[in-house]
């Protein structure tokens, strides 16, 4: 059984990855490949037009092209850090008392106690989805148990774009 009265809420961190950013990095690595590949491709045939025996492939290489590696590379790591950075999310929720909330948590179902364990295991925010992923309960019955334990007090739902999240109420 987990323990409840030792969960503390302003602890909690929330990593979500950021699809957009994993776009820009996906996108700079790709053209990054390309522009190697014509850089490379053109020093070639510079390379083969030049009679010196000093004259290396390298030495063919627009200075361009070096610079848009180094803007390349850039925004692939900008891509990289907004993809997978830690984002904080706001908990201004009302507590319940510690009386009152050890004797709700008492006489919750066996369903409603599934899901609130699910809630206070992920550190008291959890993405409804992903709520449904660890019960194996339908997103109906997920919605529904959820709409008790709301009713009840012990959770608020806020949302966050085409997704809820659900936090936990605590007593202090």
Request: with cysteine; hydrophobic share 40%.
């Amino acid at each position: 059984m987990l323990k409840y009265s030792n969960f503390e809420l302003s602890d909690m961190k929330l990593v979500s990855i950021n699809y957009s950013g994993i776009l820009v990095s996906v996108v700079s690595i790709t053209t990054f490949v390309i522009l190697l590949t014509v850089s490379l491709e053109y020093a070639s045939i510079s390379h083969s037009l030049c009679g010196s025996p000093l004259c290396t492939i390298t030495n063919h290489i627009p200075m361009q092209s070096y610079a848009g590696f180094a803007l390349l590379i850039v925004s692939a790591v900008v891509g990289g850090y907004l993809a997978f950075r830690p984002q904080k999310i706001e908990k201004s929720v009302q507590a319940i008392p510690k009386s009152k909330l050890n004797k709700l948590i008492e006489n919750l179902q066996d369903d409603e106690k599934k899901v609130f364990d699910g809630i206070v295991k992920n550190d008291g925010s959890v993405f409804q989805n992903d709520l449904i992923g660890s019960t194996g309960y339908s997103k109906v019955k997920v919605s529904r148990l959820l709409d008790r334990l709301e009713t009840k007090g012990l959770v608020e739902r806020r949302r966050r774009g085409m997704a809820n999240l659900i936090l936990l109420k605590y007593g202090e």
